[in-house]
């Protein structure tokens, strides 16, 4: 008799199935929104904030021979929309130049860290103001202005929250020396974004 099992045939080989096209795109996608979480905002530029110090000594000089509190509030407020116009050009012209996306990953975290102390030195800036304290102004002006580079620049290079911690050094000083705040804001203002910005530029590509 003939055993059965020689009669049975044996299953053919199962091929590898092809890779999901979904399930790899989705891989992909994945990998690049995890590099740019972990990816450093490198989008700052250095001639930009090189651009802003030089503004910023014109307006330190302007400021100085201004006859009242409120011309001299008005000149440095001038100067603080120019630097923000100044920031955000030079910021839009090299991120395009290197690639570096401004609203998503890096760029986005950048923007959250760094806006909320802008936006509470705007708040002191109305309060001081109205209640006649325009010389704590330079010291709440160098304070959280340090405080909103150092939290944005946690994610960008590593000069960007040195230079922060300046201006915050130098924002305490304003505010123990209320009489010095305009020449101090133009040894931080103008001075640290000369500085610090040519260093940018030079070891960071603009």
Not at 111 to 125: D, E, K, S
Not at 164 to 181: I, Q, T, V
Request: hydrophobic share 50%.
């Amino acid at each position: 008799m003939q055993d059965s099992r020689q009669c049975r045939t044996s299953p053919p080989p199962r091929r590898p199935r092809p890779p999901s096209t979904g399930s790899a795109l989705d891989d992909l996608r994945f990998i690049r929104q995890t590099m740019e979480r972990s990816a450093a905002f490198t989008a700052v530029s250095g001639w930009g904030q090189t651009a802003i110090g030089v503004t910023a000594l014109l307006a330190a000089l302007l400021a100085a021979h201004q006859p009242s509190a409120a011309r001299w509030t008005a000149v440095w407020l001038g100067e603080a929309c120019l630097a923000l116009a100044i920031a955000s050009v030079a910021l839009s012209v090299k991120a395009q130049r290197t690639g570096a996306p401004l609203l998503t990953g890096p760029g986005r975290k950048f923007a959250l860290g760094f806006l909320p102390p802008l936006a509470a030195g705007a708040v002191m800036t109305v309060l001081l103001y109205r209640a006649g304290m325009t010389g704590l102004l330079p010291g709440a002006w160098g304070v959280l202005y340090g405080a909103a580079v150092i939290s944005g620049g946690v994610l960008s290079v590593p000069a960007v929250p040195v230079m922060g911690a300046g201006f915050m050094a130098s924002g305490l000083l304003a505010l123990l020396a209320p009489g010095w705040g305009n020449w101090i804001m133009a040894v931080s203002f103008g001075g640290l974004h000369i500085a610090f910005g040519v260093a940018i530029a030079r070891k960071h590509g603009g």
